[in-house]
């Protein structure tokens, strides 16, 4: 695993805790961190809070890889994309813990969990690609035609609108909002109620829920990853 993703078991609770002490930049190997931690977590059939560190969840990929365009590039962004993906068809409930600012693929990561908590602050929750030059990508278009309210899906995607944390709660990148000294609080409490569904019928109406997005994304990926020259 990752030294930048750290894995904590508590009471079937699988806590994922991003941390390279800068912007939690999804590079290639806090990538393959994070699957480490959801493999073991599998393994655990533990509900998952996946978090970053205070201030921050997630800026995204790897700049220095993505703009560098080197061999590590596409991989990289598929890696990315394929993650979601698997948040989305996870077998138990996916919580995310946001205590920050989520942006780009930081942003869609949040989008693919089952419950999403921000915390309130000056904090940005942004797909900046527009703003940053990027023609946002497909798949990345359907992780958040899936979630976001109408009006603000065409906002972010096309205009790269920042919202605040509190506006986010209304978009639909988050479920709600509370002060950061509660975000622990909040989140252990949201794992309890979720670690008395049935398993067997959490992950089998998952499935029939997300059946249709599941198949859309898949092959937005993979249309992505061919256009990248995957």
């Known amino acids: 695993m990752d030294s930048a993703v750290t894995y904590a078991l508590e009471d079937s609770v699988a806590w994922i805790t991003m941390d390279d002490g800068k912007v939690n930049a999804l590079s290639p190997s806090m990538l393959a961190g994070l699957n480490a931690a959801l493999d073991q977590a599998e393994a655990d059939q533990a509900v998952v809070v996946l978090r970053g560190r205070t201030g921050i969840f997630s800026a995204g990929f790897d700049l220095k890889v993505l703009r560098g365009g080197g061999p590590d590039a596409v991989p990289m962004l598929h890696s990315g ?15 995310v813990a946001c205590a920050g600012h989520a942006i ?23 797909a900046n690609e527009v703003a940053i030059g990027l023609t946002m990508p497909r ?23 920042v919202f605040s944390p509190e506006e986010a709660v209304t978009a639909g990148f988050f479920d709600r909002v509370v002060d950061p000294a509660d975000l622990e609080h909040t989140a252990r409490e949201v794992t309890h109620l979720l670690g008395g569904l049935d398993p067997q019928a959490h992950r089998l109406t998952k499935q029939r829920a997300r059946a249709r ?6 092959a937005a990926i993979d249309e992505d990853n061919v256009e990248l020259g995957g």
Request: glycine share 4%; with cysteine.
């Open 81 to 95: 994309f394929k993650l979601a993906e698997r948040l989305l068809a996870f077998p138990t409930p996916v919580v």
């Open 104 to 126: 780009a693929m930081g942003v869609f990561v949040v989008l693919s969990a089952d419950y999403r908590i921000g915390v309130s602050g000056p904090y940005r929750v942004t």
């Open 139 to 161: 798949a990345a278009v359907e992780i958040c035609r899936q979630r976001l309210a109408p009006a603000q899906f065409n906002r972010a995607v096309m205009l790269a609108e």
């Open 213 to 218: 997005l599941l198949h859309e994304l898949r």
